[in-house]
């Protein structure tokens, strides 16, 4: 069997660091950037070929790449440690530059507008976790906080946790957000009544609940937008 070739052993020219200085990162194939961050490779298999692998195992689809754990790595693809949190750690980075608000407060009129600050944050998250948006008088985001994590089919919307939290932000307003990770955004029953408690609590400190919205993978549920606040 003949022996296989080390990306060192490569044409200088087709190795994937070369390539990067020669003609920039938008000249390599995703397969290539991936292999930079993998580094190295491991007994027959370079870091070309790891890389592809773990490409072809989400459908080759970048999205599906940065959802994993390093756990999900390391079994999966028998990759070291050290390898899978470098992968892990990036895709963590690049939830949060999409999830970022820039310098200048934003004001927020609309649900879709709020969505697009949180949604990259809980779309695809496993299990279900409360945020919070915190606003002024005119609607500027003042800060997003997370209130509470649970499992995969609930979490708690504690209105007295939530209560406190925007009181000491001095929020004029809130938006509440939480997800549903098996991808149906409808509310439950829990939702409802959870929603109108956590509303009249609010009321009564002065702060207005503008929205409760439940996001899933693929769609949201906006309370406001139904006519339920």
Avoid at 143 to 161: M, Q
Wanted: aromatic content about 4%.
């Amino acid at each position: 069997m003949e022996k296989k070739l080390t990306i060192k052993q490569w044409e200088k020219s087709e190795r994937p660091r070369e390539k990067f200085i020669e003609k920039g990162a938008e000249g390599l194939t995703n397969t290539e950037l991936i292999a930079i961050i993998i580094g190295s490779g491991r007994k027959n298999r370079n870091a070309i070929d790891i890389a592809r692998e773990l490409l072809g195992c989400c459908g080759n689809s970048l999205r599906s790449l940065w959802q994993k754990s390093y756990e999900d790595h390391m079994w999966e693809h028998g990759i070291g440690e050290t390898k899978a949190i470098s992968l892990a750690a990036i895709g963590e980075l690049i939830k949060r530059t999409n999830s970022e608000t820039p310098d200048r407060k934003e004001r927020i009129f609309s649900a879709t507008q709020a969505v697009e600050i949180m949604e990259p944050l809980l779309k695809d998250l496993k299990h279900e976790e409360c945020w919070i948006l915190h606003l002024n008088s005119g609607n500027k985001v003042l800060a997003k906080e997370k209130i509470t994590s649970g499992g995969v089919n609930s979490t708690i919307l504690d209105a007295k946790l939530i209560v406190k939290s925007a009181m000491s932000k001095l929020a004029c307003a809130i938006i509440l957000f939480h997800n549903h990770p098996g991808g149906d955004a409808s509310p439950s029953t829990a939702d409802m009544t959870q929603t109108k408690k956590l509303h009249e609590a609010l009321r009564s400190c002065d702060i207005k609940l503008l929205d409760h919205i439940i996001i899933t993978p693929d769609s949201y549920y906006s309370f406001a937008n139904m006519g339920h606040l």
